[in-house]
């Protein structure tokens, strides 16, 4: 959850997907946040083939936070 540029390192997560499916098929990545490099994520994950296994769900708003939490608390990692 954040503003989504590259020096933050998302990318990694959405390399890791492609080996984490192979063994975890419910695995799915949820990125909560804009930024200017959104676009170049997505492009990554459909480079490698796991856009279906990253959500993009924008930015959550302010008054939403519990709404935004409670999905994260009940993951597994």
Request: aromatic letters at 10%.
């Amino acid at each position: 959850m954040g503003c989504l540029l590259e020096h933050k390192g998302y990318q990694v997560a959405i390399a890791a997907a492609q080996q984490l499916a192979a063994n975890y098929p419910d695995v799915m990545f949820v990125f909560l946040g804009e930024g200017p490099d959104e676009n170049w994520l997505k492009q990554q994950a459909g480079k490698i083939d796991v856009s279906y296994l990253a959500g993009f769900r924008g930015q959550p708003p302010e008054n939403a936070s519990h709404k935004t939490t409670k999905p994260l608390r009940r993951a597994q990692a």
